[in-house]
T-cell receptor, first 115, second 114 residues
Framework: AQSVSQHNHHVILSEAASLELGCNYS??????LFWYVQYPGQHLQLLLK??????LVKGIKGFEAEFIKSKFSFNLRKPSVQWSDTAEYFC?????????????FGSGTRLSIRP | GAGVSQSPSNKVTEKGKDVELRCDPI?????LYWYRQSLGQGLEFLIY????????KSGLPSDRFSAERTGGSVSTLTIQRTQQEDSAVYLC????????????FGPGTRLTVL
């Protein structure tokens, strides 16, 4: 069964700092990968996703993530964070081509940005 | 258009009582998920419905938890004989096709068991 690990539970950065949040998954087959974000008081929403093709995926609000198959990783990056990026970030994985495959989420990383 | 809706938004109950949580997915979405979000615990998968297939119940934490989806649309999550450890935010999400497309989340139901 697939699983997702997010090793950073809480990250604190100053505005304009660069961000990288780690995500590793466990599954031997082909996967779909997602990053979701939950801003304070709001619903979870999709930040970006990878299905196939270019392993460097660009999402909303200047975020990007790189799929490295050999490392089973899908780390989220942003060159320069803003105070409005304060939120909780969840990595998720789904086993592609499985007949009834659920999407599994990591435990989340809370990002706090100091203004 | 309308998104995923959940009711009630907040539910306070006494230990031992049964509760029902409702989810209205986006019209036409065949996949529906229930998750539990506890403080510091991330998103815990509970159950997954996909079309007419048998649901994936592998995430339900105990036999006190059950869910059904009537007519391929509305879903109800039932917790019997609630315990204090059931206190959490229960999230519902829906998506198209086989569930590997984007999930759209509802606002959640905050359950507090006293």
């Amino acid at each position: 069964a697939q699983s997702v690990s997010q090793h950073n539970h809480h990250v604190i950065l100053s505005e304009a700092a660069s961000l990288e949040l780690g995500c590793n998954y466990s599954y031997g087959g082909t996967v779909n990968l997602f990053w979701y974000v939950q801003y304070p008081g709001q619903h979870l929403q999709l930040l970006l996703k990878y299905f196939s093709g270019d392993p460097l995926v660009k999402g909303i609000k200047g975020f990007e993530a790189e799929f490295i198959k050999s490392k089973f990783s899908f780390n989220l990056r942003k060159p320069s964070v803003q105070w409005s990026d304060t939120a909780e970030y969840f990595c998720a994985v789904n086993a592609r081509y499985s007949s009834a495959s659920k999407i599994i989420f990591g435990s989340g990383t809370r990002l706090s940005i100091r203004p | 258009g309308a998104g995923v809706s959940q009711s009630p938004s907040n539910k306070v109950t006494e230990k031992g009582k049964d509760v029902e949580l409702r989810c209205d997915p986006i019209s036409g979405h065949t996949a529906l998920y229930w998750y539990r979000q506890s403080l510091g615990q991330g998103l815990e998968f509970l159950i997954y419905f996909q079309g007419n297939s048998a649901p994936d119940k592998s995430g339900l934490p105990s036999d006190r938890f059950s869910a059904e989806r009537t007519g391929g649309s509305v879903s109800t999550l039932t917790i019997q004989r609630t315990q204090q450890e059931d206190s959490a935010v229960y999230l519902c999400a829906s998506s198209t096709d086989r569930g590997y497309n984007e999930q759209f989340f509802g606002p959640g139901t905050r359950l507090t068991v006293l």
